[in-house]
């Protein structure tokens, strides 16, 4: 069973540009998570999807941020424009029950953004 | 507030020796799950134990385990005999048991085994 996908591994850009990521979870997972780390702080929630609804965005930084889960399958994550405070690496993950219960996630090999 | 502690920023050991990695966590919730997760040089996060509030069993996998202690607050995790294949990052994270399932992580111990 292939793992939570994410694409680019790598994205160099410049302030103001725009830079889509893409994830592709685990087959079946109804539910999709992106995160993000700063260099050397924690792993922060950005938001969640259940399938291709929005179930909790509280953790979205700005409206410079937009993501996106059409069909419930792969999610996008668009930042536009992005500034330096942006750089990080960002993290895809998914779990499989929708049901009352802390599932447990997992992760893909996040993007790095850097924006110089 | 909930919030996740990992005090200790790297740790450098020599191949064969005992670790310990420290995970402190603060909730008011009485339903939660503690989350330990491995990010080897390649990136990803693995993960490694999962484990709810009313299960205070300590648990041992291989050369792992884990040691649960509500009273303190706490859920460390011991690597036995280390490897230099233990190298990596180790995250502790907390989640809440309902109403959202986001995961609170602390900011990562940094373990170094030396051959």
């Known amino acids: 069973e292939a793992g939570v996908t994410q694409f680019p591994s790598h994205s160099v850009i410049e302030k103001g540009q725009t830079v889509t990521l893409r994830c592709d979870p685990i087959s079946g997972h109804d539910n999709l998570y992106w995160y993000r780390r700063v260099m050397g702080k924690e792993i922060k929630f950005l938001l969640h999807f259940v399938k291709e609804s929005k179930q909790d965005e509280s953790g979205m930084p700005n409206n410079r941020f937009l993501a996106e889960r059409t069909g419930g399958t792969y999610s996008t994550l668009k930042v536009q424009p992005a500034e330096l405070e942006d750089s990080g690496v960002y993290f895809c993950a998914s779990s499989h029950r929708t049901s009352g219960v802390t599932d447990t996630q997992y992760f893909g090999p996040g993007t790095r953004l850097t924006v110089l | 507030a909930q919030k996740v502690t990992q005090a200790q920023t790297e740790i450098s050991v020599v191949e064969k020796e005992d670790v310990t990695l420290d995970c402190v966590y603060e909730t008011r919730d009485t339903t939660y799950y503690l989350f330990w997760y491995k990010q080897p040089p390649s990136g990803e996060l693995v993960f490694l134990i999962r484990?709810?509030?009313?299960?205070?069993q300590n648990e041992i996998s291989g050369r792992y385990s884990w040691n649960f202690q509500k009273s303190t607050s706490s859920f460390n995790f011991t690597i036995t005999a280390s490897q230099v294949v233990d190298s990596a990052v180790y995250f502790c994270?907390?989640?809440?048991?309902?109403?959202?399932?986001?995961?609170?992580f602390g900011t990562g111990t940094r373990l170094k085994v030396l051959a």
């Open positions: 484990r709810n509030s009313f299960d205070e």
């Open positions: 994270a907390l989640s809440r048991g309902s109403g959202t399932y986001k995961y609170i």
